[in-house]
């Protein structure tokens, strides 16, 4: 079974600061998707950038970006220029790209609580 | 704003009652998964159905039961309600099965007394 661990209950970061979030995953498959997403206080889930796995190249979205090291099985976020707005719970997440049964569902990890200081 | 809704947003029950919860989805989205989040974790998942069908499931014992229909609305159901049931609880829809991008609603906090 997959599994997804983000060693980092919490962290914080100095407005305008870059704060780098860890995860890795633990996984037999080749083909797979990772994900980042962002819960704030409204509790909605929030995609933040995915990265599949099959691209060597980092994902990037505006001040986010991935570093994806598929042998180490690790997918950090590396968030630039952090903003008030940031300050919310990151969830790492895992999804195969085989789908039935308990397969292509999202694993999450168990998050990392990311404060922003002003 | 994702276009997906979940209501109500809170409830409280107490033990053994059962208890429906609502999703509405984006119109179009013929795929929805329900998870459960407890205190402190990550979202855990439920179950998903497709063109009102369930087509996956997570470890969840049979008490935890829904149903999807074509007006892209969904319900999660519970029966004999634990203690541990309480956690808060996401539905996620998609244009389609295999797609990754989903959506998320506010979800509902269900408190079990």
């Known amino acids: 079974a997959q599994t997804v661990t983000q060693s980092q209950p919490e962290m914080s970061v100095q407005e305008a600061e870059t704060v780098t979030l860890s995860c890795t995953y633990d996984?037999?498959?080749?083909?797979?998707?990772l994900f980042w997403y962002k819960q704030p206080p409204s509790r909605q889930m929030i995609l933040v950038i995915r990265?599949?796995?099959?691209?060597?190249q980092n994902a990037t979205e505006n001040r986010f970006s991935v570093n994806f090291q598929k042998a180490a099985k690790s997918f950090s976020l590396k968030i630039s220029d952090s903003q008030l707005g940031d300050a919310a719970m990151y969830f790492c997440?895992?999804?195969?790209?085989?789908?039935?049964?308990?397969?292509?569902?999202?694993?999450f990890g168990k998050g990392t609580k990311l404060s922003v200081k002003p | 704003e994702t276009g997906v809704t979940q209501s109500p947003t809170h409830l409280i029950k107490t033990r053994g009652q059962q208890v429906t919860l609502r999703c509405s989805s984006q119109s179009g989205h013929n795929t929805v998964s329900w998870y459960q989040q407890a205190l402190g974790q990550g979202p855990q998942f439920i179950f998903q159905?497709?063109?009102?069908?369930?087509?996956g499931r997570g470890n969840f014992p049979p008490r935890f039961s829904g149903l999807q229909f074509p007006n892209y609305s969904s319900e999660l159901n519970v029966n004999a309600l634990e203690l541990d049931d309480s956690a808060l609880y996401l539905c996620?829809?998609?244009?389609?099965?295999?797609?990754?991008?989903?959506?998320f609603g506010s979800g509902t906090q269900l408190s079990v007394l």
């Open positions: 996984t037999s498959e080749s083909d797979y998707y």
């Open positions: 996620a829809s998609s244009y389609e099965v295999g797609n990754e991008k989903l959506f």
């Open positions: 990265q599949e796995a099959y691209k060597q």
């Open positions: 997440a895992y999804r195969s790209a085989t789908w039935g049964g308990s397969q292509g569902n999202l694993i």
């Open positions: 159905y497709y063109r009102e069908e369930e087509n």
